[in-house]
């Protein structure tokens, strides 16, 4: 069935650094891709989000590339700070764009 | 983006009840989803709740267990039925961003944190 698999479940770096998080999806008509960040006790909220008509996309520290032929995206995260630690959830659409699959998880931590 | 009001935000339940957690949106949306997050896990999708139709069920969700509601374009609710710990868990209805391009970016609801005895 389709799936998101997510790549690593738990990433710690120190301050200033860079954190990359990936993520495969099986269906190759999946069109859009979203990454939210989690916080502890709180909802999922949406960070970035990309489609597939393009390879790549920027928001100040945060960026997301796509190979389309590969089936993979990737989260860029430069200049870490402590207030990024969270878990980032990936995700693709399935289903004619009507159903959502979630990564696993990413426990991203920073380290001060 | 929607704003979601989810209720109750927790509960405390006793195996073998049911309990039901509603989702108000602040807009009319065609679809709605219900999705459970259990401690520590990621977020899978119960099921699509349709306004006028039968909800559509993802693989190991049963409408028995899980019954849908969805009376109208702004509100949904899902029951969780004859509850076992194995339920304890964080429910959220999620809605897609009202019409246009962003039709598949999804807003989460604050979820229901259920644990059961």
């Known amino acids: 069935g389709e799936n998101v698999e997510q790549h690593p479940s738990t990433l710690s770096v120190q301050e200033g650094d860079s954190a990359v998080i990936k993520c495969t999806y099986s269906?190759?008509?999946?069109?859009?891709f979203p990454w939210y960040k989690q916080e502890l006790g709180k909802r999922p909220q949406l960070i970035i989000d990309?489609?597939?008509?393009?390879g790549e996309k920027k928001d100040q520290r945060i960026a997301v590339t796509l190979n389309k032929t590969a089936k993979h995206f990737s989260l860029h995260i430069t200049e870490t700070q402590p207030e990024d630690s969270a878990v980032y959830f990936c995700?693709?659409?399935?289903?004619?764009?009507?159903?959502?699959?979630f990564g696993a998880g990413t426990r991203l931590t920073v380290k001060p | 983006s929607a704003v979601i009001s989810q209720k109750p935000s927790r509960d405390i339940c006793q195996r073998g009840t049911s309990l039901t957690i509603q989702c108000q949106v602040d807009?009319?949306?065609?679809?709605m989803f219900w999705y459970r997050q259990q401690p520590g896990q990621s977020l899978t999708l119960i099921a699509t709740?349709?306004?006028?139709?039968?909800?559509?069920?993802e693989s190991g969700f049963v409408i028995d267990k899980f019954p849908i509601s969805r009376p109208n374009l702004t509100f949904s609710t899902l029951t969780v039925s004859n509850m076992s710990p194995e339920d304890s868990s964080i429910y959220l209805c999620?809605?897609?961003?009202?019409?246009?391009?962003?039709?598949?970016?999804?807003?989460f609801g604050a979820g229901s944190r259920l644990t059961v005895l």
């Open positions: 709740a349709n306004q006028g139709s039968e909800a559509t069920y």
């Open positions: 990309i489609r597939s008509n393009v």
């Open positions: 269906d190759s008509a999946s069109n859009y």
């Open positions: 807009s009319q949306v065609t679809m």
């Open positions: 999620s809605v897609p961003a009202p019409g246009g391009s962003g039709a598949n970016v999804l807003t």
């Open positions: 995700a693709a659409t399935f289903n004619n764009n009507n159903d959502m699959r």
